[in-house]
């Protein structure tokens, strides 16, 4: 039996490149051998994290196991309305029917049922404090190093029960030829302004996209784009500031440095501009170009010399 359950992180205080990183792992694991997958998911408990995840994890071992188990996720069994918890379970049951599980879940209010997974964080997070300790630094340099790490964690527990896995991977049946589907899909329009909003988010797109419809298919981590079945890009997954109304924004300076160069005056209160340098730290020839921008403007006329009338 497979079981698979959401740990949140945020109490092992990882940074990523200085910037406190509030985040989960997908935690997959096998009920007899103990073999484990951890996923690092940006977002919350979702069906994408879910695919993802569990999909990692399946073709890492090898092999499916005859019954997947579920905690009452958030991502197969919301407490949505019923039209949208008859879709969720939908897609969970058919990602099963793809590799051939039988889907169940734990019974609401029966805590012990899930302490295969759910003891098994703990220790989990107990490892990786440790290996954090050693390591001497919770800060990563980027996202690639923290889930090299995560990685390198898991690959030793998993090397410790090295026999009893072999034996449960004979049992285990053979995986499909391909993965499924571990992405959600939705259609946007490029505006004038250089991008689209998706969820709350605007992304920056090259201004030849402009008045064209994409094909979105939204990871947990990134968004793939395409024109018709042609794929144009990738660009990093945002979500909206939490507890606000706002938007959020994913811009990449190559869409709009062009229109800038024209405008430069207009960089001073763009709403994206922070977006536009590297996080979460300014290098010191941007930081002063801004701030000299930001003077420069404080001036009368913008600090330029006023036209003289004849």
Known sequence: MGLSDF????????????????????????AFSGFEHAHVVLGGESFVALAEGLQNALWALGGVPEQHRSDSLSAAFCNLDRDAQDDLTRRYEELCAHYGMTPSRNNRGVAHENGSIESSHGHLKNALGDELLLRGSRDFEDLTAYRRFIDEVVGRRNARNRK???IER?????LPDRRTVDYEEARVLVTSSGGFILRRVFYSAPSRLIGHRLNVHLYDDRLDCFLGSTHLLALRRGRPPQGSGKHGHVVDYH??????????MALLNLVYRDQLFPAPRLC????????????????????R???ARS
């Open 7 to 30: 740990a949140d992180m945020g109490g092992l205080g990882i940074m990523i490149a200085g910037a406190r990183f509030n985040h989960r792992l997908y935690h997959f694991r096998l």
């Open 164 to 166: 009893r896995i072999e």
């Open 284 to 303: 010191p020839c941007l930081r002063g170009a801004v701030g000299q921008g930001e003077r420069e403007a404080s001036l009368p006329n913008n600090g």
């Open 255 to 264: 869409h709009v440095i062009h229109a800038l160069r024209k405008k430069p």
């Open 305 to 307: 010399p006023a036209c």
């Open 170 to 174: 004979a049992a285990l049946k053979p």
